[in-house]
């Protein structure tokens, strides 16, 4: 084959049907379908793992909505480009009462000044900002802006979607129709490709490519001996991204310091966003240990801090200090369990009145409804410990905290159990 547009690109869907997963928001019933059938696009940020479709959604729901599209890279671009957009847009909407759509790619990439440029005309309507990222935007996205969007959250393709891009691909591609195309086996090339749709195109093309005859034969044999051959092409932070951060907490959670660091050091070498790393120790710092040694949380959010302050290549020393910690210390998920406890019971539950004797009474009426009467002040009481209720009626008596089996929990237990041994039964 000669020189040409990429496949992954020459098969980008053109109409909203061929469009391959996210059915939960594209789908009947999707969140997105109201819109869709409207032609009224709210402005959204995507979020969602690399080469699921984000950009390609973006572009189908400005051509379903039949409004202008238009797209920035956040790598790229800069205050006076976003600026420049906008004004094109309000000059367009002189002529249409739709906006059009302003497609920023890799969002979470931008700065704040970069972000407050666009405020002013996602809250005047000049523009439908559509954002993509593959970062939480919780913490990439101004709060300003994150409240003037919709966040919808793409979810990574599933091996059965994946075979059916790759089927399409075969079937309905000029260049590759051009050869006779036999999957035998696509356990490697899944595997190779990450979840990264685009990427297993790529890949896909370079197969096909660099078989000579009319005749290709795909197989783990053929994919594994043919793009190790091409490793660097694939071996990047985006392909196993997954894959080794999840490596890398279990590692943690599992007491290991010598796994912990090998999938920090992958992650450093493959290019990894420090502060991604930063961010996840800080989840297990929590998640994995707590209680059962509350001072990982304040090194985990310390070595946030160092890393934002000092960059690479300095940063990986600090994370690794950090990794080796977390793994050394030791566990406990009991904070993570009892607010998951509590989460599902208010989900079954629901809105639960809150106690007479707990509630605010700043004004007369409230105080002669009854609001705070009864409260023992626990200050008042000897060794500071009233035995009152503090959940709703109809919780009273549940427990939802555990304390695990650590030193300092087994320490935590005795307290409850001076205190709350006849509420709680611990």
């Given amino acids: 084959m000669t020189s040409h547009t990429p496949l992954a690109e020459r098969m980008r869907p053109q109409d909203i049907d061929n469009y391959v997963g996210q059915k939960h928001l594209v789908g009947k019933g999707g969140a997105l379908r109201p819109a869709l059938e409207r032609k009224v696009l709210p402005s959204m940020i995507l979020w969602g793992p690399p080469g699921v479709g984000k950009t390609t959604l973006a572009f189908l729901l400005a051509r379903t909505a039949d409004v202008g599209f238009h797209t ?50 996602v809250e005047r309507g000049t523009i439908t900002l559509i954002g993509a990222t593959t970062e939480n935007p919780s913490f990439e996205v101004i709060p300003a802006l994150l409240s003037r969007t ?37 356990k490697a090339l899944l595997r190779y490709s990450g979840g990264d749709a685009r990427k297993l195109l790529n890949q896909l093309e370079w197969l096909v490519e660099r078989e000579s005859s009319s005749k290709v034969v795909i197989n783990d044999a053929y994919v594994e001996s043919t793009l190790q051959q091409r490793g660097a092409r694939y071996d990047k932070a985006g392909e196993q991204h997954y894959d080794i951060i999840s490596a890398f907490i279990k590692s943690i959670r599992g007491s290991d310091p010598n796994g912990a660091v090998y999938w920090l050091g992958r992650m450093i070498e493959g290019g990894e966003d420090p502060k991604f790393i930063a961010r996840r120790l800080l989840i297990s710092a929590s998640e994995d240990i707590g209680l059962a040694n509350p001072t990982a949380l304040i090194m985990a959010t310390n070595t946030f801090m160092a890393v934002e302050r000092i960059g690479m290549p300095e940063g990986r020393i600090p994370l690794s200090q950090c990794a080796i910690y977390l793994a050394t210390s030791p566990k406990s998920n009991a904070s993570y369990m009892a607010i998951n406890k509590v989460l599902s019971e208010i989900k079954q539950s629901g809105d639960l009145s809150v106690p007479l004797h707990l509630r605010n009474a700043p004004t007369k009426t409230m105080k002669d409804l009854g609001y705070g009467a009864g409260y023992n002040y626990s200050h008042d009481n000897p060794g500071n410990f009233a035995d009152q209720a503090y959940l709703p009626d109809e919780l009273d008596g549940t427990r939802f905290f555990e ?10 237990r005795l307290f409850m159990e001076r205190r709350w041994k006849k509420r709680y039964g611990y």
């Fill in 72 to 121: 920035l890279s956040a790598v790229s671009a800069g205050v006076k480009d976003v600026r420049e957009v906008i004004q094109s847009a309000e000059k367009a909407t002189m002529f249409r009462t739709t906006p059009p759509v302003l497609f920023i790619d890799e969002i979470h990439r931008f700065s704040k000044s970069q972000q407050d440029a666009l405020l002013g005309a």
């Fill in 150 to 186: 919709q966040l919808y959250v793409l979810n990574s393709l599933s091996e059965d979607e994946l075979i059916e891009i790759v089927q399409q691909a075969i079937e309905k591609d000029v260049e590759l129709s051009k050869k006779s195309i036999q999957l035998e086996s696509t």
């Fill in 403 to 412: 304390p695990g089996e650590s030193e300092r929990e087994k320490q935590l």
